[in-house]
C-alpha cells in the first residue's frame, strides 16, 4: 500500500526568523508527521555564511551554524509538480563582555563615570543598585557621590546581554570606596582623635600636629583613631 502525501499540507514550513549565539547550531524547518518520497526539500542560502550547513541541505530539516546572519530558503517539490518556497532570517550576534570599569576610591562629593563606552547598537545595559547614579541603563553611567554619601565602601553590578537574548548575560562589578578626613570635634583630652575605620583596613591615615603637644600623638600617626594626652591645648590635622 502506498500513501501519499495530499498537497493541501505540502508546506516549505522554516520556523520563524531568530537570533542565535555565534558557534550555536541550530535545526531548520521541522521533520513532517506524514512522509512522501515523493515530496523533494532542498535549502539553499540566499545571503551569508555559504558555510553554514552542518549536515545534508536535502533534508526537512537541516543543522545549520553559520558564523554571521543568514538568509535560508527552503524549495519543496510535491508529486504533483507543484514548488513551495519560503525564506528564513537567522541573525548572528557576538557574545557580549560586561566591563564595569576599575575599582575606584572617592571623596565625599566626587563625581565618576563607570563602565566602558558602549560596545554598540541592541546592547542592553543594567546596573545594580540604582542609587546614585545617572542612569541605571547606559553604558557608562556617572556616579553621582554627595557630601552625604557615608564612608564606606558600595559595590555596583553590572549585566549585559544583546537585545536578542540569544547570547548569555555577562556580568562585572566594580568597587568605590567613599573617604572623608573627620577629625572628630573639638574637646577636651586625654580621649581618641579621629572617627571608626569602615574600610577593612582598605585606607591609610596620617595624622600630624598643627600646634600644640608635638610629642602626643607618639607612634600613632597611622592609627585611624590615636589615643591623645596632650599637656597643652593642641590643634591635629
Not at 96 to 101: L, N
Not at 105 to 125: H, N, R
Amino acid at each position: 500500500v502506498v500513501k501519499s502525501v495530499p498537497a493541501s499540507v505540502i508546506d516549505a514550513y522554516t520556523g520563524a526568523d531568530r537570533a542565535i549565539c555565534a558557534g550555536e547550531t541550530l535545526r531548520l524547518g521541522h521533520t513532517p508527521f506524514l512522509t512522501d518520497p515523493a515530496i523533494t526539500y532542498q535549502w539553499t542560502i540566499i545571503s551569508g555564511d555559504a558555510g553554514a550547513f552542518v549536515n545534508s541541505s536535502n533534508v526537512p530539516a537541516p543543522l545549520v551554524a553559520p558564523d554571521v546572519t543568514t538568509v535560508f530558503q527552503l524549495e519543496v517539490e510535491g508529486p504533483d509538480g507543484c514548488i513551495f518556497q519560503k525564506n528564513v532570517t537567522i541573525s548572528v550576534d557576538l557574545p557580549v563582555q560586561a566591563d564595569a570599569g576599575p575599582d575606584l576610591v572617592l571623596c565625599q562629593g566626587e563625581t565618576a563615570i563607570l563602565g566602558t563606552p558602549s560596545a554598540g547598537a541592541g546592547i542592553i545595559y543594567s546596573w545594580l543598585p540604582r542609587f546614585e547614579l545617572s542612569g541605571f541603563d547606559q553604558a557608562q553611567p556617572e556616579y553621582l557621590a554627595t557630601n552625604s554619601s557615608e564612608c564606606g565602601r558600595v559595590t555596583y553590578i553590572l549585566s549585559v546581554q544583546n537585545e536578542s537574548g540569544a547570547c548569555p548575560v555577562s556580568v562585572d562589578a566594580v568597587n568605590i570606596d567613599i573617604i572623608s578626613a573627620d577629625a572628630g570635634p573639638y574637646a577636651w583630652g586625654p580621649r581618641q582623635i579621629g572617627t571608626e575605620d569602615h574600610s577593612f583596613g582598605r585606607f591609610s591615615y596620617q595624622w600630624e600636629v598643627v600646634s600644640g603637644d608635638f610629642s602626643s600623638l607618639g607612634a600613632q600617626a597611622n592609627l585611624p583613631q590615636p589615643f591623645v594626652n596632650p599637656n597643652a591645648p593642641t590643634i591635629y590635622r
